[in-house]
């Protein structure tokens, strides 16, 4: 007989993501945490962009009433057979080609048995022995070194329904199920057990979202659930051959509860181990408001599942030829692009690390230095101007009101000193608001349209060398003929010098 605790699901958690830096806040010593090496690795379930579910045509789209995007198919009725969704399985290969796996020619769906009132057919439909990819890796950067992760399989699945709990006329007494979900297609990433502190999880799961948003794999949206995390950690003796025994921590819907869960558990296990207990082999819920893991269940085993052959589905076929136009059509990926942002723009690694935090951040960064715009300057005004603003406006990159056009003429002007950059700063901010461009607001406000240095003192030299007979008159002591070059070289440039500085540049160039 099954108890109730453990008929609770292993993919009902979607909860937002929130990308926070946290803070490592530890009661234990220093060198009690020294004496214990963690063990952290990481299964993530993204959900794949198709429009249409993975064994059925209903649509995959989010926030639609509640069974409205249902069939036979995906609500399990008698009869009804699945057919695979070609899609779902180019965009499981494309995420396995950018995480560095083998994509296997022949893999296998299987069933995998439970019960659980939000998964109608009585059994998932999932890959076990043999999934459609294994053998990846991915690198990670962390406090200045890069360390490389290793990712153990991928496979494809469809998820479950969801049941709700609140929210509705009888929430109280009764929970409601909706089965629009039913049938999405995941991914499910199933890292190496090759991180050793919370924040390298943090990278981990940063550089694979990352992965996965520029290859158009998946949405990545924590709010609506796209990317879920599960951990499985365990501490052992620095030096111990054998891993301690590990626990999977559930629940962790978004950067912070991870690395604060992880935190959690690494302290009590140490304390349990250090007590002279032991370690239970179990799953524990993340309580974000309690700041605790909580027991779930003791650990299924794979024999709880009864997995065995789906017998509806033929195995599935990836032709090499099939493979290869996939890997073809992948971007360039985030490390490659760093790289290239480095060697090919003279911006420093750092900058190249936030230019690249986005596709469309790093797009419209190249839009900018193809404008016009040196590499250097465009990445500040980038950083400093534009993400400022747009964070405070809440804006996205794409959303921009200064497109990357109008940036690059914006910094031109600055590097070529036509403008001060204490000027630039004024004119971009115009710019953001009324969306006119840069030399609309200099000409129109007459914000000195600047003239450098260097082309005032051309310009001085010019009607110094036209005018010998003022020159000896001021040579002479004739100080009233001084306003005389001033008024012809404010001429000369239109009007548009920085009258101080042509004052100081004609006294120079006259006592040559
Ligand atoms: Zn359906």
Sequence with gaps: MLTAARLRPPLCYTFP?????????????PEMLAKYEVVIGLEVHAQLLTHTKIFCGCSTRFGDAPNSNVCPVCLGLPGTLPVLNKRAVEMGMRAALALNCTVHEHSRFARKNYFYPDLPKG???????LPLATGGWIEIEHKGETKRIGITRLHLEEDAGKSLHDGFAHSDEKTYV??????????????????????????????LRQILLYTGVSDCNMEEGSLRCDANVSVRLRGAKEFGTKVEVKNLNSFRYLAKALEFEIERHIGVLESGGRISQETRLWNQSSGRTEPMRSKEKAHDYRYFPEPDLLPVHVSSA???????????????????????FGITAYDAEVLTGTQALA????????????????????QTELLRRLNDSGKEISASPVGPGALAELVTLVESGKITGAVGKKVFATMFESGR???DIVAAEGLG??????????????VIEKNPDNVAKFKSGNEGVFKFFVGQVMRATKGQANPQAVNEIVRKVLAE
């Excluded at 082309?455 to 030299?461: C, S």
Aim: aromatic fraction near 10%; charged fraction near 25%; charge should be negative.
């Design 17 to 29: 993501f929130a990308m926070t830096k946290f803070a490592t806040e530890s009661v234990m010593s």
């Design 123 to 129: 059994y998932q439909i999932s890959q076990y022995e």
């Design 178 to 207: 909706d089965f629009n979900r039913c049938g999405t297609p995941l991914s499910e990433i199933v890292s190496e057990p090759d991180m050793h502190s919370p924040d390298e999880a943090y990278a981990y799961l940063t550089t």
């Design 322 to 344: 099939w493979r290869d136009e996939v890997r073809r059509s992948l971007p360039e990926l985030p490390t490659a692009m760093r790289a290239r942002f480095v060697s090919a």
């Design 363 to 382: 797009d419209y960064f190249e839009a900018v230095v193809k404008a016009g715009a040196p590499g250097k300057g465009a990445a500040n005004w980038m």
């Design 437 to 439: 461009t840069a030399a």
């Design 449 to 462: 349209a600047q003239v450098s240095d260097s082309a005032i003192e051309q310009a001085a030299r010019e």
